[in-house]
């Protein structure tokens, strides 16, 4: 999508340890217009999946994937980050490693708005090596739910997510698909 | 506003500690429909606000700002919570203890995305003792900006978090105040 890719070559900052900052107008600062143009995109992509419910996780992901939700009709369900393994009665969990953070999380969501009959669409801010995106289906996994789809904002194609969420045989998305990135380069795919 | 009004009679669940479960459409499942049409609420309450930036504070904040954000054509910063004292070069931070988890946090916003020049509309999901409004209140007053009004989806009335916004002059809005609840029963101001 070249509105979002002329954005990140615009005001993305490549930082050490292969991060992309993108606090100006998707993390930190949100800028809603763009926001807006990327979930009408994202329907637009999966007018025809069947979607009955949006998937994403606190706290980067809720706007893109709100956005989403706003132009498809559909909710949207917030996954909880927590530090402990909060296994209790109720809730789905999953571990996720944080790329960026270098902790491990977890992801819950409750089982009273996730059922086998969802077709569940998930969307997120970045998808790199895949590690959230794979506790996310997990998530869905559980609850015998399907996955139709998997959306990210922003893709670094080189940390190779995009194959294990294929290799579950849900469709990959991404709204700016980066192949290369270093200080003051960024290479789109 | 009677549409969140009767969300809350219907879907809301009084728990023990004085604690309002929105989770079904406000916090943990998000009903786009519904804060979409809050946040258009709040774009006609804060039309005359000069406002330039709204803020809120992540993660159950983000929808609602978003929303408003979209219906006022602002940008959202959205306040960044950590558990230790992030006390850094570029941003600005400040203390908020969480009635609901008991805990203390951190809130901060990057000094590069609020500025002196800026009129800010807080927007948060709840507003009951106050201490999440004072935070970001601080914020806004360390970037020597000017808070133009603080509103929240869900007021408590009974805790008394308005009068101490009230009293640095911040005028509070809250499209659903709350005078009373115990179990099986919520009061409406």
């Known amino acids: 999508m070249k509105l979002l890719e002329d954005k990140i070559l615009r005001e993305g900052k490549v930082l050490a340890g292969d991060i992309l900052k993108v606090d100006g107008f998707l993390n930190h600062r949100l ?4 926001i807006t143009a990327l979930g009408k995109d994202i329907a637009k992509q999966f007018a025809n999946s069947g979607a009955s419910l949006i998937l994403t ?31 209790s009665d109720g809730v789905y969990t999953a ?41 996310l289906l997990s998530l869905v996994e559980q609850a015998g739910a399907k996955a139709v789809g998997f959306v990210a904002a922003i893709e ?18 991404s709204l700016a698909c980066i192949k290369e990135m270093r200080a003051g380069e960024i290479i789109f795919d």
């Not at 606190?58 to 927590?82: D, H, R, T």
């Not at 670094?156 to 998305?173: D, M, S, T």
């Open 31 to 34: 800028d809603t217009a763009l």
């Open 57 to 87: 996780v606190e706290s980067s992901g809720i706007a893109i994937a709100f956005a989403a939700g706003q132009a498809m009709g559909l909710p949207v369900l917030v996954a909880k980050k927590s530090k402990t393994l909060n296994i």
């Open 95 to 135: 571990p996720v490693f944080s790329y960026t953070h270098k902790t491990e999380n977890t992801v819950l969501v409750s089982n009273e708005y996730l059922s086998a009959a969802d077709k569940v669409l998930i969307v997120d801010d970045f998808l790199a090596s895949g590690n959230a995106a794979m506790g």
């Open 156 to 173: 670094k194609a080189h940390q190779g997510g995009r194959a294990l969420i294929e290799a579950k045989g849900v469709p990959v998305y």
